[in-house]
C-alpha cells in the first residue's frame, strides 16, 4: 500500500515533443506529491509539487496533473528539450510536504532527440 | 545558491567496518533527512531529523544505522558493521520547515567489500 509504480521505465522523446511519465498510488492518506529531476552524478531537485485539492498545476513547461479517484498523477513536459534529459521520480508522502518520509517511484530515465 | 554538501564523494569500506557520513545542510534549515538510492532502484526513505531527536524512521533505519547532529553545522549518518547490501548512493537533505521545499545534497557513494 505504501507504493508508488511509476511508468514508463525509460522514455525517447524527439525535441519539442510532449513527454508524459504516469504514477499510480495505493495509499489515500498521501496529501503531496512531488516530482524530482535527477542529473547524473547530482541529488534529486524538486521539479514541481501536487496536493490532492487541485487536479492540475503547471510551472513553465511542466505540468502536473492529478486524478484523486483514479489514484494516479503524471508529469507533462510540454516543448521538451535536450537539456531535460534527466531521471524523473515521482514521490508521495502523507506529511503535507517536505521531504519526510517520501516513498519514491522507480524512475524515469527519459532521453530527448535533438 | 546555498546548498548541502556531502563528503566523501565516494567511500569505499570493508564488511563489518563502521562508517560515518557527513552532511553540512543548508544554514537556517531546521529538518534533516537521509535518502538512500541503491544502484538501479528508487530513492528510499531512511531517517528524519529535527530539534536534536528523530521524527520519523523507515524500517530501513534499524540499530544498525544512526544520527547525529554534532554541532551546529554538521549531520551524520552512521552505519555500524556495515553488509554488502549496504551498498549504495546515500543522500543528505534539508528543509527550512518540514512542509517546505528540500534540497538534496550530491549524495556519497558507499561501497562494501
Known sequence: QQQVKQSPQSLIVQKGGISIINCAYENTAFDYFPWYQQFPGKGPALLIAIRPDVSEKKEGRFTI?????????????MDSQPGDSATYFCAASSRGGGADGLTFGKGTHLIIQP | EPEVTQTPSHQVTQMGQEVILRCVPISNHLYFYWYRQILG????????????????KSEIFDDQFSVERPDGSNFTLKIRSTKLEDSAMYFCASSEWGTTEAFFGQGTRLTVV
Open chain 1, 65 to 77: 496533473s492529478f486524478n484523486k479517484s483514479a489514484k494516479q498523477f503524471s508529469l507533462h513536459i
Open chain 2, 41 to 56: 532502484q528508487k530513492v528510499e526513505f531512511l531517517v528524519s531529523f529535527y530539534n536534536n531527536e528523530i521524527s520519523e
